[in-house]
């Protein structure tokens, strides 16, 4: 199936500092999602991005679709006590018409007072 | 706003009992999802329902999962004989016609002992 790296694993900034993530995938998509999830509760959309080179924000945050469709970056600036979570992208493959969504594994954004 | 809701928020079952998880949708959706995660982990697919049918399914959706739309409103995720393994968040999640955004609920919490 497909597989997407997600890194950072985690980062620990000040508040006020920019923050960047991206996701890698071994195949081309169709669909990059951002979600970010608190901790006992379900996934929050954060953007959807549907179009190859596509730049989206969202208050203080940017995403991008990449252009060879298999990346996507995550841009949070400025950041707040209230940005902390964890973020993950998902996407859905352009082949063989699935629907089902498939995530990486997180990026956990801890902000040090 | 609307929003996905499931209950129960928390269940306890012992190892081979049955549990049904409750999800309403959105509702103008038709697109229905269940995903899974296992603490600390990522978010995984494990099936999509659409025109009271499953049209995608995971490796993970074994025949100890059925799904069942038995209404108008809601949806369901029947394990049969439980395993310790099945504990973990199970989120249920919809989307409209065309759109490409999912929306989550809270989750479910399954605890198997």
């Known amino acids: 199936g497909q597989q997407l790296n997600q890194s950072p694993q985690s980062m620990f900034i000040q508040e006020g500092e920019d923050v960047s993530m991206n996701c890698t995938s071994s195949s081309i998509f169709n669909t990059w999602l951002w979600y970010k999830q608190d901790p006992g509760e379900g996934p929050v959309l954060l953007i959807a991005?549907?179009?190859?080179?596509e730049l989206t924000s969202n208050g203080r945050l940017t995403a991008q679709f990449g252009i060879t469709r298999k990346d996507s970056f995550l841009n949070i600036s400025a950041s707040i006590p209230s940005d902390v979570g964890i973020y993950f992208c998902?996407?859905?493959?352009?082949?063989?018409?699935?629907?089902?969504?498939?995530f990486g594994k997180g990026t956990h954004l801890i902000i040090q007072p | 706003e609307p929003e996905v809701t499931q209950t129960p928020s928390h269940q306890v079952t012992q190892m081979g009992q049955e549990v049904i998880l409750r999800c309403v949708p959105i509702s103008n959706h038709l697109y229905f999802y269940w995903y899974r995660q296992i603490l600390g982990q990522k978010v995984e697919f494990l099936v999509s329902f659409y025109n009271n049918e499953i049209s995608e399914k995971s490796e993970i959706f074994d025949d100890q999962f059925s799904v069942e739309r038995p209404d108008g409103s809601n949806f369901t995720l029947k394990i049969r004989s439980t395993k310790l393994e099945d504990s973990a968040m199970y989120f249920c999640a919809s989307r409209g016609q065309g759109l490409g955004e999912l929306f989550f609920g809270e989750g479910s919490r399954l605890t198997v002992l």
């Open positions: 998902a996407g859905r493959d352009s082949g063989g018409g699935a629907d089902g969504l498939t």
């Open positions: 991005l549907y179009k190859a080179g």
